[in-house]
């Protein structure tokens, strides 16, 4: 199971840390990465960290803004997010995969554990 959290309300301009912690064991072939829901919108893939070899994807829309890591002794991720604009608000999902590939990456049908979600509110 993933545990999501580290969400909350920032003025634009601020940052945050979400961090993602998974209760069981995650082996080397496993991708995690976070994705995104916005009111009124679809769920958007935000970062990856590609399987063992730490390879990081992002989206278009953060990239040089936000940086996903992890802390394999806490088998946890993080998501760093800098520069946080009204257009971050969303809700926050970290997401595992042991199945995803590189062209899968992106889309959310290639994870098959999901955290519970936790709120990014970015003011104005």
């Known amino acids: 199971q993933l545990q999501a959290s580290g969400g909350g309300l920032v003025q634009a301009g601020g940052s945050l840390r979400l961090s993602c912690t998974a209760s069981g064991r995650t082996g080397s072939s496993t991708t995690k990465a976070w994705f995104r829901q916005g009111p009124g919108k679809e769920r958007e893939f935000v970062a990856a960290?590609?399987?063992?070899?730490?390879?990081?994807y992002y989206a278009d829309s953060v990239k040089g803004r936000f940086t996903i890591s992890r802390d394999n002794a806490k088998n946890t991720i993080f998501l760093q997010m800098n520069s946080l604009t009204p257009e971050d608000t969303a809700v926050y999902y970290c997401?595992?995969?042991?199945?995803?590939?590189?062209?899968?990456?992106?889309?959310?049908?290639?994870?098959?554990?999901w955290g519970q979600g936790t709120l990014v509110t970015v003011s104005s």
């Open positions: 960290l590609f399987r063992s070899g730490g390879s990081t």
């Open positions: 997401a595992a995969s042991e199945r995803a590939i590189l062209s899968t990456i992106r889309s959310q049908n290639a994870y098959h554990s």
